[in-house]
């Protein structure tokens, strides 16, 4: 008799993907369809798509989607989470998206302390519009709108999203992570299942950062590309969690009762 260990999970529809070969968008879909299988959030769990990469990824999960304008999704979020509490709401995002027509949105969703969950890949370009340079692009790394390289004197540092969030005073969970290297994975799912579970909880805002490949925009091969990965991103975008729910709140401050 055949035991069947490994299967689809039952948040991933049985479809193929519009992703290039090598990209870990499908690796970090089926990770976040895992937890949500496990968790038993299926049911009651709506996704919002961006503008990007993964503008399809209402296609692919098995579950409630809405469509976000570019940047928005966080709005989004926050109106369907305040509205019916009740569901399990994550944003899956891109750097593009996230990290530069959406800054303000997340910032501020974040600082409100809003109870849904966001994915936010890291792939440092922009992938889906023409490999532009992104916030996160690295310096001196090639972009079509910077051909020698990104110029930290003109164009600045890239922004570390992670680290920005964690020093904002509201309780919440942030984590960076990666699928670029297969012993990171398990650490990855971990990381989602915190935040989804921190979000079941209603316990605070979460966000999970994955630091992502980009073969075709970067102009190399899968395997390079996961290389280039460690030793060009992940010393600039270090792992780990930044920040949880129950680390302790500044000297002097008292969110549940106001000083008298």
């Not at 959030?41 to 469509?67: K, W």
């Not at 003109?154 to 990666?178: M, N, W």
Request: glycine share 8%; hydrophobic share 40%.
């Amino acid at each position: 008799m055949i035991e069947t260990i490994f299967s689809r999970p039952e948040s991933l529809r049985e479809v193929s993907t519009h992703y290039c070969p090598g990209c870990t968008h499908g690796i970090t879909h089926r990770l976040i369809a895992e937890v949500l299988d496990e968790l038993g959030l299926r049911e009651r769990t709506v996704g919002v798509a961006p503008v990007g990469c993964a503008v399809l990824a209402y296609n692919y999960f098995n579950c409630d989607f809405a469509e976000a304008a570019h940047g928005r999704a966080p709005a989004m979020a926050t109106g369907i989470k305040r509205c019916r509490p009740n569901l399990i709401v994550f944003t899956y995002q891109g750097d593009g998206d996230l990290a530069s027509i959406g800054t303000a949105e997340i910032f501020h969703a974040a600082n409100r302390g809003e109870k849904f969950t966001v994915i936010f890949v890291n792939n440092a370009i922009y992938g889906m519009t023409g490999g532009q340079m992104a916030p996160t692009t690295m310096p001196n790394q090639k972009a079509t709108t910077c051909p020698f390289g990104r110029d930290v004197e003109t164009a600045g540092y890239p922004v570390r999203v992670c680290e920005v969030l964690s020093k904002i005073t509201t309780p919440s969970y942030i984590a960076r992570v990666t699928a670029a290297v297969p012993k990171e994975i398990p650490r990855a799912k971990d990381a989602l299942r915190k935040a989804f579970q921190y979000q079941a909880e209603n316990r605070c805002f979460s966000l999970v950062e994955f630091v992502s490949t980009c073969p075709t925009n970067w102009g190399m091969n899968p395997l390079k590309a996961c290389e280039w990965a460690v030793s060009d991103m992940m010393p600039y975008y270090p792992l780990g969690e930044f920040k949880t729910p129950d680390d302790p709140l500044p000297a002097g401050l008292n969110l549940i009762e106001g000083d008298e």
